[in-house]
């Protein structure tokens, strides 16, 4: 199964670029990366996805790199709103739809 | 439309109490889950219904008895809590189970606290 490695914390002032990185060197190659955020004791909200190309959608871009061990999420312009826990997740058991939450990134934004 | 909901938002029982909660989408999803996260801690998966069929049960404990009448609730029933299962409980669904690009949506979850 492959496994993420996210750093623990991270800062971003507001209004700039968050840029949040995660490997995963194990991943296979049907093998997606998703990426949640868990605002202070909500429900984990999707933020985006992607097999191999770069993907961007109203909230955030999604960065893979060509061996696709690792990936970079950005936040073009970062709010206070951004503050969350940021879980980078490569989906495990082919066949099943269970995600396996790693322990995250939680990003402060700063004013 | 990308919501699912959960109630109660908060719950609070006594060991010998059995309660239930509840999930509902109604975005045809075939796919839900159950998932306990605790403080300061990852979700943890617990269930997942394909189909309406039980299709994964993280060797949860017995005290936890989920249900899925129909492809738009998932009830997960409790019986004999003990405090350390206090802790928020999330509820997803998602389109196509099994499916390689499948999202899952969560519900704002339901806070378990066990006296």
């Known amino acids: 199964d492959a496994k993420t490695t996210q750093p623990t914390s991270m800062d971003c002032a507001e209004g700039r670029a968050a840029n949040l990185p995660c490997n995963h060197s194990t991943i296979s190659g049907n093998e997606y990366v998703y990426w949640y955020r868990q605002i202070h004791s909500q429900g984990p909200q999707y933020i985006i996805h992607g097999l191999k190309n770069n993907e961007t959608n109203e909230m955030a871009s999604l960065i893979i790199t060509e061996d696709r061990k690792s990936s970079t999420l950005i936040l073009p312009h970062a709010t206070l709103r951004d503050t969350a826990v940021y879980y980078c997740i490569v989906r495990v058991r082919a066949g099943a739809n269970n995600l396996f939450f790693g322990t995250g990134t939680r990003l402060t934004v700063i004013p | ?115």
């Open chain 2, 1 to 115: 439309d990308t919501e699912v909901t959960q109630t109660p938002k908060h719950l609070v029982m006594g060991m010998t109490n059995k309660k239930s909660l509840k999930c509902e989408q109604h975005m045809g999803h075939r796919a839900m889950y159950w998932y306990k996260q605790k403080a300061k801690k990852p979700p943890e998966l617990m269930f997942v219904y394909s189909y309406e069929k039980l299709s994964i049960n993280e060797s949860v404990p017995s005290r936890f008895s989920p249900e899925c009448p129909n492809s738009s609730l998932l009830n997960l029933h409790l019986h004999a809590l003990q405090p350390e299962d206090s802790a928020l409980y999330l509820c997803a669904s998602s389109q196509d189970p099994g499916g390689g690009s499948d999202t899952q949506y969560f519900g704002p979850g339901t806070r378990l606290t066990v006296l």
